[in-house]
């Protein structure tokens, strides 16, 4: 116990009772239990404290993780931001080069020149297969 052996214990009673005498020693040595065990009971309770400190540690690491998230989607969203103006230079270059006549290919398609036959024919009605699908 606190890196003693029994005979340095032992030594330590023996002093104790004589300097203390027998009459005095019973109320010392419940002096001492109470002692130890305040220190017991303090050592247990920084103990909890500092496991309570830990948590919230690991509560504000959580939290740093989530702002890093929303702040790297917040960046996504600046891109959007700025569209409007994206756009508009879109549009002009594009209204610039109408007025060039130098139409990109690959946004213009050409129309489909084949002629296409448009009838109207009615089609014959089954009146057999009506009546049975409602009944």
């Known amino acids: 116990m606190f890196g003693m052996g029994f005979t340095e214990i032992l030594i330590i ?6 300097f203390l005498g027998p009459d005095k020693l019973p109320g010392t040595l419940v002096d001492i239990a109470k ?3 305040n220190v017991k009971s303090t050592v247990g309770s920084v103990k909890d404290s500092l496991e309570q400190e830990m948590n919230v540690s690991d509560i504000k690491q959580e939290a740093l993780a989530y702002k890093a998230k ?5 960046s996504g969203l600046d891109d959007f931001k700025d569209i409007k103006g994206t756009v508009s230079k ?8 109408v ?3 130098e139409l990109p290919t690959d946004t213009v398609k050409k129309a489909d020149t ?3 036959e448009v009838t109207f024919k009615k089609k014959k009605k089954n009146i057999e297969q009506e009546e049975i699908t409602d009944v």
């Open 13 to 18: 009673a023996v002093i104790a009772i004589l």
């Open 35 to 37: 002692f130890f065990k």
């Open 114 to 116: 084949t002629p296409q």
């Open 70 to 74: 929303l702040e790297k989607a917040a």
């Open 99 to 101: 007025t060039n006549n």
């Open 90 to 97: 879109e549009i002009t270059s594009m209204a610039q080069s």
